[in-house]
């Protein structure tokens, strides 16, 4: 066996290095921030049909239907998340939590994600994924025990 000069060796070196930054690259980027501060991307979510809600504190309908979304994602069937529309902090949202008994996880939607949805134009807007992540839904306004009926039924035919 010959010997490695030392300029194969960096060769080497840099090689790996190049492969590691391109297997980083390939990471998805975190699209969300939850309220411990840790990140997440909507990947991490799929598995099972995701109802995505964009809220706000100032949003009566906002509030009047978080018991509701709390009741859904309580029943397993789909998993419920609330995204806060306007800037916020991890300490914030859990104080949000506290203060109107939200109970589905509550997130920060990050200025770089890459969604498969628009950000909404008016609020309450929800957004029901199927159990890849592909947008399926989009319902704007607050959802009444009518439009949750409908959202069980679409859930269980976009379950695999």
Not at 94 to 100: I, V
Not at 116 to 133: C, I, K, N, V
């Given at each position: 066996?010959?010997?490695?000069?030392?300029r194969a060796v960096e060769m080497k070196r840099i090689c790996w290095l190049i492969v590691a930054a391109l297997l980083g690259a390939c990471t998805p980027a975190p699209q969300f921030t939850d309220g411990t501060g840790k990140n997440l991307s909507l990947s991490a979510l799929t598995g099972k049909p995701l109802?995505?809600?964009?809220?706000?504190p100032w949003c009566a309908p906002c509030l009047r239907e978080m018991p509701r979304l709390?009741?859904?994602?309580?029943?397993?069937?789909?998993?419920?998340?609330?995204?806060?529309?306007?800037p916020t902090t991890p300490a914030e949202l859990?104080?949000?939590?506290?203060?109107?008994e939200i109970k589905v996880p509550l997130l920060i939607a990050n200025a770089d994600a890459s969604l498969?949805?628009?950000?909404?134009?008016?609020?309450?807007?929800?957004?029901?994924?199927?159990?890849?992540?592909?947008l399926k839904q989009t319902l704007v306004g607050e959802l009444d025990q009518q439009q949750i009926e409908m959202l069980r039924a679409a859930a269980s035919s976009l379950s695999h």
């Open positions: 066996m010959g010997r490695v000069s030392g109802l995505v809600n964009y809220f706000a709390n009741a859904l994602a309580a029943e397993g069937q789909i998993a419920v998340v609330a995204i806060n529309y306007d859990g104080q949000l939590a506290t203060r109107y498969p949805f628009p950000r909404p134009g008016a609020l309450p807007t929800s957004y029901l994924l199927d159990s890849e992540g592909k």
